[in-house]
């Protein structure tokens, strides 16, 4: 449905550079990023309403040269919504509608399904669109751009400005849309929670150029880069050396700090090579004493101290120090397992960095930026 | 805490001070016109058909002088508010002229461009703008379009290109996008430039009498009048003049106010 290739593009002294990426009909597709990573500046050009150095964009089918794209394929909607405030609810709604002229029975067929779906019948009336809360206001938004039934929606950080239950109700509603229309989004954000949720794939861009393109769990398990990991948020990243490796069984050695660590999830890596060894929080198990133990966690099975606790949403994250490893470890856990481990009165754990969760990035990929979270 | 509230009174009592001492003095100049008519000249000078003539030439040529001005200014402002291009700060500099301009220096240069210059084409096809009523008109369109074009820039950049962009993905062309979305959003600074046009160009005198003269029942606007009522030292129909300019200046202009408060839409 959108193919780039080898976009390069300057705005000012920022560049876009060498960009290739392609958006499969009825694929969710969310380029997440952090501010300034170029995010809006890509859409716009997609979107034609930028010029390019070089490379191809076609939307479509078309191609898109410094000319809007196929106004009959593609739908847009900005950061700040942009209702037309000289129009009333419904007026905003079918302003596109009217413009194309298309059938009014089509018209009542879609606005019936998508305001069913995004439940503003209720507002519908209402004359001013001043009086709509944000959330309203973005339902309408969404609304406006899918009555005109487009083949791609272009979300250019749709949610940002709503707090969280309403940003969750909007996510399923669009999930729900997505699937009743079946069309194509291509979605930029730099909330992860928002990314994580709704994309089938995720392209992550850092100043303008493409990290890692990957489904939501493929990024998370295998960042390709530092940066990537980093802004991931995958908090464990140790400076690790590959001392042994079987190809065979698919598994290295790799030394951190003291420790001999076992790793099954690699690519492109050789023995001796210095590499990052990262692991998630979500991922580090803690294991109660004597339990018995399978084959998987008898590995990289090492004693903890709790040296301090935060609690999160829904869970815990606790940061806990291993005989031999100079950083202490962040593993996060449910309330339930922290309960039910007595992770409140006791402070000597076993943990477990299952071989299996322990990714290798190569030291010799670039390293451009770093991130603090 | 209490310097703070001191602070706050202080700024509030400035600028109520400041909005307060200009009505004063503009309601004090007025107050004193009107203590010198005497009350039978009243209806000595309003009686006169000469005063309605002038009264109803300066509402006309205003009027038409300040739509014609809209007219071309909309869409200039508009051109400078949203494109770039090269030579852009050069033609914003010249449409600023007649603004800084002498009204005088401004009415003599159309005065020489259609009376010998290459506006005497115009004269030669039957377009008489010197010494006729459409002169007045002319005079007051170049005096005001400088301004129109400086207010509606400022009103057309406040208002984010987003809407032009959202509109033109929902199925709109140029045409389409500038009559359904941007002239309607931007309906409350159109009428704020008009009504600031308008006044300015109702109380034009010196490009006016330079171009169209002051031919009683002729080219006589209100501004005209007051000056030729000095010129024969006739006090009282000049203080008059002045009170009914005044006066209808400011009916109109509530008037327009009032009757668009109502529907009046954000720029936002």
Redesign the interface.
Known sequence: MIQVKNLSARFGSFEIKNLSFSLREGEHFTLLGPSGAGKSLLTETILGLRRYQSGEIRVGGEYVSGKPADRVTVSYVPQDVALFPHLGVLDNILFGARVRRIKSEVVRQRLKKISGILKIDPILKRGEIGTLSIGEMQRVALARALIIGPRVLFLDEPFSSLDYHIKRQLIEELKKLRRALSITVFHVTHDHEEAFMLADRIGVIFSGRLAQIGSPVGLQHCPTTLQVAQFLMARNIFDARITEIDPRAHRAIVNIDNLKLVSTVFDKVNSGQNVYAVIRPEEVHIIRPNRPLGPKVRENLFPADIKGRTPQPGGCLLSASLDGLNRPIEISISNCAYHDLKLDVVDSVQVCLKSDSLWLIPKNRKKTENYLY | MKKGIWADRAFNGLIWAAAGALAIYLLAVLLTLTFHIRPESWTKVLMRERVLFSLNLSLLCATVASLLGLLFAIPAAYLLARRQFPGKDLLDTLLDIPTVLSPVALGTALLLFFGSGPGRVFEEHGIRFTFVVSGIILAQFSVVVGLAVRSLKAVFESL?P??E????????NKW?TFF??IL??T?NGIITSFILVWARAIGEFGCTITLAGAVPGKTETIPAAIYLGLAEVDIQETLIYVLLLVLVAVVVLLSIRYLTRKRR??A?
């Open positions: 984010s987003r809407y962009t959202v509109a033109l993905f929902l199925g709109c389409s359904k979305v309607p959003m309906r839409v954000g936002l």
